[in-house]
């Protein structure tokens, strides 16, 4: 994510970049999904108490190491979600003091997380799988208009769109997120608060059925939301930005925390 790549410098090789990334979330999670499916074949696993079954046929030492490694890899993971979240917050345009905005966020927004967490730890598995599927439903169509957008601009700078003394709209990205996003949940969220109409409508009329389509919410809000802004760019004509060549050494005022460290 830009959160951490404006870190590097300007001559990384996009190659580089892309490998290690993806290679390193592609190896890690393949490992660690392939440990918990291996968990679940266990005698005796229970569910609702995940961590203590999938430690409990180890040697101490190693369930000892295992268990710290799960507490610190969720420390790890929160931390980068929280300072993510402090970016996008900031980005936004909020005025803080320039030297303190960034470590102020943070600390509220961990504070509020944590809190929030705090009142779901009871069913906390089924209100996370929840939270999840809400995040794709929004996640997945703004992927779609970003990479659809990055296609149309191929070639063109952005830099001159983005300082903070630029009032750059797009009404083409936040027609296609709301249309895309309210057609799919409406059609097709399969949620414990709400099922999508085709959703209902394929559920079978007994205790515990399952949709015959599943939850295509993500995959359907991708989809409409890529196509929604292909015809709405060529529409609006937004602007298109300069030359890639024009992209000078060093933007100011792109990130409104660009009080690098």
């Known amino acids: 994510a830009s959160d951490y790549s404006r870190y590097l410098p300007k001559s990384t090789s996009p190659r580089s970049i892309a490998l290690a990334a993806g290679l390193g979330n592609f190896i890690s999670c393949t490992v660690l999904m392939a440990a918990g499916v291996a968990a679940a074949t266990i005698a005796g696993f229970n569910p609702d108490d995940p961590t203590t079954s999938f430690v409990s046929s180890m040697p101490t030492v190693i369930k000892d190491f295992t268990l710290v490694a799960i507490a610190v890899g969720a420390i790890a993971a929160n931390a980068l979600n929280i300072y993510s979240g402090a970016m996008s917050f900031l980005a936004a345009g909020v005025k803080l003091r320039f030297t303190l905005r960034r470590a102020i966020v943070a600390l509220g927004f961990g504070i509020i997380g944590f809190f929030i967490a705090w009142s779901a730890l009871a069913d906390a598995g089924t209100k996370y799988e929840n939270f999840l599927l809400v995040?794709?439903?929004w996640i997945a169509p703004w992927l779609g208009?970003?990479?659809?957008?990055?296609?149309?601009r191929r070639g063109t700078s952005i830099a001159s769109l983005v300082p903070d003394h630029a009032k750059y709209r797009n009404l083409a990205g936040v027609i296609s997120?709301?249309?895309?996003?309210?057609?799919?949940?409406w059609l097709f969220s399969n949620q414990t608060f709400y099922q999508g109409v085709l959703t209902a409508a394929t559920t079978p009329n007994a205790k515990f059925a399952i949709s015959a389509i599943g939850d295509l919410t993500p995959l359907v809000?991708?989809?409409?939301?890529?196509?929604?802004?292909?015809?709405?760019?060529?529409?609006?004509?937004?602007?298109?930005?300069?030359p890639l060549s024009e992209e000078p050494e060093l933007i100011v005022g792109v990130d409104a925390a660009d009080d690098v460290a």
Not at 177 to 185: E, F, K, P, R, T
Not at 234 to 239: F, N, S, Y
């Open 135 to 137: 995040i794709a439903y």
């Open 145 to 152: 208009i970003v990479l659809t957008d990055r296609y149309l």
């Open 177 to 185: 997120m709301v249309v895309a996003g309210v057609i799919s949940i």
């Open 221 to 242: 809000g991708f989809v409409l939301a890529a196509v929604l802004y292909w015809a709405l760019f060529g529409a609006l004509k937004p602007t298109l930005g300069g």
